[in-house]
T-cell receptor, first 112, second 113 residues
Framework: DTGVSQDPRHKITKRGQNVTFRCDPISEHNRLYWYRQTLGQGPEFLTY????????KSRLLSDRFSAERPKGSFSTLEIQRTEQGDSAMYLC??????????FGDGTRLSIL | SQKIEQNSEALNIQEGKTATLTCNYT??????LQWYRQDPGRGPVFLLLIRENEKEKRKERLKVTFDTTLKQSLFHITASQPADSATYLC????????????FGTGTRLLVSP
């Protein structure tokens, strides 16, 4: 068990560009979550997958954001036309029902 | 909506003392309350979970209490060590069917040798 893996660890991009992050959950977990964390704040929920189905999305997830989990394993989070306010740490977590969520070390996004 | 309050000021204590961190929440009671540790540049690491029908949970030097009347959880680290220095996050697991975690802002703990 290698834990939750996220790639890349850091991403620097210009405003207006598209970015995509990847999350590889713990293999036996069927639930996958994305959170966003800004400096001095706790993580905020973005979206949730059970297997390949996206079952919940936060109002924080504007139409520029899209997440997929095509085969119920890894997930991607894409941000289109990035804005300054998108700068944050994007965290992925996985779990099974009734178990604590285990987090990856996140992707830190910086918008120039 | 659920609001969670943790002391935003850093807690400074001497090595060997007990650190006590507070988590207060408003509105309805969560199904679970969890505590996570987060180091700079890293993701949160799960420490302890306590259910709404439990009063206290222990794990090694860690103890969590849960008072649903006061809407408060206390997190204790006994015999604290400099390696315990980190930010500690309180998170409520809402009974929404898909286990959404709502986090507090965290409290930074600094343990001096």
């Amino acid at each position: 068990d290698t834990g939750v893996s996220q790639d890349p660890r850091h991403k620097i991009t210009k405003r207006g560009q598209n970015v995509t992050f990847r999350c590889d959950p713990i293999s036996e977990h069927n639930r996958l979550y994305w959170y966003r964390q800004t400096l001095g704040q706790g993580p905020e929920f973005l979206t949730y997958f059970q297997n390949e189905a996206q079952l919940e999305k936060s109002r924080l997830l504007s139409d520029r954001f899209s997440a997929e989990r095509p085969k119920g394993s890894f997930s991607t989070l894409e941000i289109q036309r990035t804005e300054q306010g998108d700068s944050a740490m994007y965290l992925c977590a996985s779990s099974n029902l009734g178990e604590p969520q285990h987090f990856g070390d996140g992707t830190r996004l910086s918008i120039l | 909506s659920q609001k969670i309050e943790q002391n935003s000021e850093a807690l400074n204590i001497q090595e060997g003392k007990t650190a006590t961190l507070t988590c207060n929440y408003t509105n309805y009671s969560p199904a679970y309350l969890q505590w996570y540790r987060q180091d700079p540049g890293r993701g949160p690491v799960f420490l302890l979970l306590i259910r709404e029908n439990e009063k206290e949970k222990r794990k090694e030097r860690l103890k969590v209490t849960f008072d649903t009347t006061l809407k408060q959880s206390l997190f204790h680290i006994t015999a604290s060590q400099p390696a315990d220095s980190a930010t500690y996050l309180c998170a409520l697991l809402m009974n929404t069917g898909f286990q959404k975690l709502v986090f507090g802002t965290g409290t930074r703990l600094l343990v001096s040798p």
